[in-house]
């Protein structure tokens, strides 16, 4: 224990204030080109007609890509994990969100590439779009998405991630009273400082180096070698300096398409999004649709819960079926029920690809959880903290897919949170522990879900 | 056109209408000040112009000719730290430091005109500064304990050594 207590200056501290960390933006190649991008205007759309040709015939382009220049376009973030590809590099023939790109310039400087990629000749024939996800749920909405409107491909071929556990049905024949509740966080755009940037670079001996922004070096530098179907030997990555992430710099946004472009011109190229493309165009926080109904007694035990919940994926999956399953895991918050019936599906919408932001999945459910908590308390006119606490994860309690807990922190946060407010509790709430339940705090039905923390 | 940048006179020969940010970064070389929105809404391209706060993106180079321009590169060094510097060390005010060039020279003409440790006055002079690790409690902490000529200490202290600096700021 040599840091904790002590005081320790940031390693970048005197970098940061003196201006001399180099970020993406600050490294200087010479002759670099700059990159810009044709994207779709419209939420979705079919791609009738593409001709680069006026954009490449101009002088000083170096270098136009599209769809046909990607020697992997369609990858998928979690194909290592057996998760099969749905999204183009590049746009082929649709464009599924507002933004999606469809072909890159690079040219001298960035206003040159902004006037290439007005001459690109492009036409659209206009689709309806979906950008709610409840509506894109809906039996009758129009199709959007090759494999249907949700995910199809969690383990054993399920189209949802699920969770049963314990007697649902016993749950609520044996409710007082059952709590409904729907809750719907909308996207959130990261909105870091630094939008997304990077710069590639050509080098003799054929490998490229690529300055980048990510939160996930190893993890783009993957992604990359996919689509250019390089071995990872040909790729050197510098990264370290991100100028804020916030999650929205996992998913590889830049490094592919310029690395094409610096590969196809043979020139270094960067490519800089303004903060209009950072706002329309980069990933979000997921909206999220989650259905809860929980099954009490008069006096304040949650005896089930059944739990709905609608991820907005966007257009394509990415992280998504990841962020679920995590979001499954914590369906239940900081507090146990015994008996469990949750599913969590990955819908598609017209939407910009969602993907992690600060405690990806579980951020949605404990927004939802903590709400429908307050209004059972109020439902039933008990205090919310005395509901909280009767219902916290102690040692040797299971959550929802079977971990034991054995180290639960619900009971001592709550009480401290009560005491810096100054809400009195009562002896018993205010003398409780996270030790193994017993006495009043282990009623019958939550016997069966103990489990024992040694054998973990 | 010409200009003094940090101390140092420079002929620069970017276009009038340039706005002095692409000429500090691209011309100049001088990547203190950054490229958050170029909209001036962000406040991370902020530079010193005649000692007062502009936004480096929206402010044409005819407009700062002749003039002293400090970057946040003029601030201090490494080795000789100015006290607003230390004190953003100190108080933990730089996260990412995507935002800290434009706060510490927007906080430098603050305290250059006398400004208070009153959270809500330092919070007045950063309005329009963006940090998006919300830092800001952290920042306007570091700027109060300046603006009182604080002594700060960057080097690391043992288990137990180290008692929180309170300054009253508020979040």
Same mark, same amino acid.
């Given at each position: 224990?040599?840091?904790?207590?002590?005081?320790?200056?940031?390693?970048?501290?005197?970098?940061?204030?003196?201006g001399?960390?180099?970020?993406?933006?600050? +490294?200087?190649?010479?002759?670099?080109?700059?990159?810009?991008?044709?994207?779709?205007?419209?939420?979705?759309?079919?791609i009738?007609?593409l001709?680069?040709?006026?954009?490449?015939?101009?002088?000083?382009?170096?270098?136009?890509?599209?769809h046909?220049?990607?020697?992997?376009? +369609?990858?998928?973030? @979690? %194909?290592?994990?057996?998760? !099969?590809?749905?999204?183009?590099? @590049?746009?082929?023939?649709?464009?599924?969100?507002?933004?999606?790109?469809?072909?890159?310039?690079?040219?001298?400087?960035?206003?040159?590439?902004?006037?290439?990629?007005?001459?690109?000749?492009?036409?659209?024939? %206009?689709?309806?779009?979906? @950008?709610?996800?409840?509506?894109?749920?809906?039996?009758?909405?129009?199709?959007?998405?090759q494999? &249907?409107?949700?995910?199809?491909?969690?383990?054993? &071929?399920?189209?949802?991630?699920?969770?049963r556990?314990?007697?649902?049905?016993w749950?609520?024949?044996?409710?007082?009273?059952?709590?409904?509740?729907?809750?719907?966080?909308?996207?959130?755009?990261?909105?870091?400082?630094?939008?997304?940037?990077?710069?590639? +670079? !050509?080098?003799?001996?054929?490998?490229?180096?690529i300055?980048?922004? *990510?939160?996930?070096?190893?993890?783009?530098?993957?992604?990359?070698?996919?689509? @250019?179907?390089? #071995?990872?030997?040909?790729?050197?990555?510098?990264?370290?300096?991100? &100028?804020?992430?916030?999650?929205?710099?996992?998913?590889?946004?830049?490094?592919?398409?310029?690395?094409?472009?610096?590969?196809?011109?043979?020139?270094?190229?960067?490519?800089?999004?303004t903060?209009? %493309?950072e706002?329309?165009?980069?990933s *979000?926080?997921? !909206?999220?649709?989650?259905?809860i109904?929980?099954?009490?007694?008069?006096?304040?035990?949650?005896?089930?819960?059944?739990?709905?919940?609608?991820?907005?994926?966007?257009?394509?999956a990415?992280?998504?079926?990841? &962020?679920v399953?995590?979001?499954?895991?914590?369906?239940?918050?900081?507090?146990?029920?015994?008996?469990?019936h949750?599913?969590?599906? +990955?819908?598609?919408?017209?939407?910009?690809?969602?993907?992690?932001?600060?405690g990806?999945?579980?951020t949605?459910?404990?927004?939802?959880? %903590?709400?429908?908590?307050?209004?059972?308390?109020?439902?039933?006119?008990?205090?919310?903290?005395?509901?909280?606490?009767?219902?916290?994860?102690?040692?040797?309690?299971?959550?929802?897919?079977?971990?034991?807990?054995?180290?639960?922190?619900?009971?001592?946060?709550?009480?401290?949170?009560?005491?810096?407010i100054?809400?009195?509790?009562?002896?018993?709430?205010?003398t409780?522990?996270?030790e #193994?339940?017993?006495g009043?705090?282990?009623?019958?039905h939550?016997?069966?879900?103990?489990?024992?923390?040694?054998?973990? | 056109?010409?200009?003094?940048?940090?101390?140092?006179?420079?002929?620069?020969?970017?276009?009038?209408?340039? $706005?002095?940010?692409?000429?500090?970064?691209?011309?100049?070389?001088?990547?203190?000040?950054?490229?958050?929105?170029?909209? =001036?809404?962000?406040? /991370?391209?902020?530079?010193?112009?005649?000692?007062?706060p502009?936004?480096?993106?929206?402010? $044409?180079?005819?407009?700062?000719?002749?003039?002293?321009?400090?970057?946040?590169?003029?601030?201090?060094?490494?080795?000789?730290?100015?006290p607003?510097?230390? /004190?953003?060390?100190?108080?933990?005010?730089?996260?990412?430091g995507?935002?800290?060039?434009?706060?510490?020279?927007?906080?430098?003409?603050y305290?250059?005109?006398?400004?208070?440790?009153?959270?809500?006055?330092?919070?007045?002079?950063?309005? =329009?500064h963006?940090?998006?690790?919300?830092?800001?409690?952290?920042?306007?902490?570091?700027?109060?304990? /300046?603006?009182? =000529?604080d002594?700060?200490?960057?080097?690391?202290?043992?288990?137990?050594?180290?008692?929180?600096?309170?300054? =009253?700021?508020?979040?």
């Amino acid at each position: 224990m040599k840091v904790v207590g002590a005081r320790i200056p940031r390693y970048d501290g005197v970098a940061h204030v003196t201006g001399r960390t180099t970020y993406v933006d600050d +490294v200087r190649v010479p002759g670099t080109l700059w990159a810009k991008a044709l994207r779709s205007p419209h939420h979705h759309a079919g791609i009738v007609r593409l001709d680069t040709r006026p954009a490449e015939e101009m002088k000083g382009v170096h270098a136009v890509i599209t769809h046909k220049d990607v020697p992997l376009n +369609v990858y998928g973030h @979690l %194909e290592a994990l057996g998760i !099969p590809a749905d999204e183009p590099l @590049l746009a082929e023939d649709d464009v599924r969100y507002k933004g999606q790109p469809i072909a890159l310039v690079a040219a001298e400087d960035e206003e040159l590439a902004a006037e290439a990629v007005e001459r690109i000749e492009i036409e659209f024939e %206009e689709r309806p779009a979906l @950008l709610d996800v409840r509506k894109a749920f809906d039996p009758d909405a129009p199709r959007i998405h090759q494999w &249907g409107n949700w995910y199809p491909h969690f383990e054993g &071929g399920m189209d949802r991630r699920q969770i049963r556990k314990g007697d649902i049905d016993w749950a609520f024949a044996h409710a007082d009273v059952i709590v409904q509740g729907v809750y719907r966080p909308a996207a959130v755009e990261h909105c870091p400082l630094e939008t997304q940037v990077c710069q590639v +670079v !050509p080098e003799p001996n054929g490998r490229l180096t690529i300055y980048s922004c *990510t939160q996930a070096l190893y993890f783009s530098m993957g992604v990359v070698a996919a689509h @250019l179907q390089v #071995p990872l030997n040909r790729l050197k990555f510098v990264g370290g300096t991100t &100028g804020g992430g916030f999650g929205g710099k996992v998913d590889t946004a830049t490094e592919t398409m310029t690395a094409l472009l610096a590969l196809k011109s043979g020139r270094p190229v960067k490519w800089r999004w303004t903060r209009e %493309e950072e706002f329309l165009c980069s990933s *979000t926080r997921a !909206p999220w649709h989650m259905e809860i109904a929980d099954a009490v007694t008069k006096d304040g035990w949650i005896l089930g819960r059944k739990m709905l919940t609608l991820h907005d994926a966007g257009a394509y999956a990415r992280f998504s079926p990841y &962020g679920v399953t995590k979001h499954s895991f914590h369906h239940t918050g900081a507090y146990t029920i015994p008996n469990l019936h949750f599913d969590g599906y +990955v819908v598609f919408t017209n939407r910009v690809p969602t993907t992690a932001m600060r405690g990806y999945g579980v951020t949605s459910v404990s927004f939802a959880v %903590e709400t429908h908590m307050s209004r059972v308390a109020a439902v039933l006119g008990i205090d919310p903290f005395e509901l909280r606490l009767k219902n916290a994860n102690r040692i040797g309690d299971t959550s929802p897919n079977g971990v034991v807990y054995t180290d639960p922190s619900t009971v001592p946060t709550i009480q401290a949170i009560a005491e810096a407010i100054g809400h009195e509790l009562p002896a018993a709430y205010r003398t409780m522990t996270n030790e #193994p339940r017993s006495g009043e705090w282990l009623p019958e039905h939550l016997v069966a879900q103990l489990g024992t923390p040694e054998e973990h | 056109m010409n200009l003094t940048v940090n101390g140092v006179a420079r002929e620069v020969e970017s276009p009038p209408l340039t $706005p002095l940010l692409h000429v500090l970064r691209e011309e100049l070389g001088i990547t203190g000040p950054k490229a958050g929105c170029l909209q =001036g809404g962000c406040g /991370a391209c902020t530079v010193l112009v005649d000692g007062e706060p502009r936004r480096a993106c929206l402010l $044409p180079l005819a407009y700062a000719e002749g003039a002293e321009i400090t970057t946040v590169e003029g601030l201090g060094t490494p080795e000789r730290l100015a006290p607003i510097q230390q /004190a953003f060390i100190h108080h933990y005010a730089a996260q990412c430091g995507f935002c800290t060039s434009g706060m510490l020279l927007a906080a430098q003409a603050y305290l250059a005109r006398g400004g208070s440790d009153d959270p809500e006055e330092i919070q007045e002079a950063l309005a =329009g500064h963006v940090c998006r690790c919300t830092g800001y409690a952290k920042i306007i902490d570091a700027v109060a304990a /300046a603006a009182r =000529g604080d002594s700060f200490d960057l080097t690391t202290t043992a288990v137990g050594k180290y008692t929180t600096v309170t300054t =009253g700021g508020r979040a």
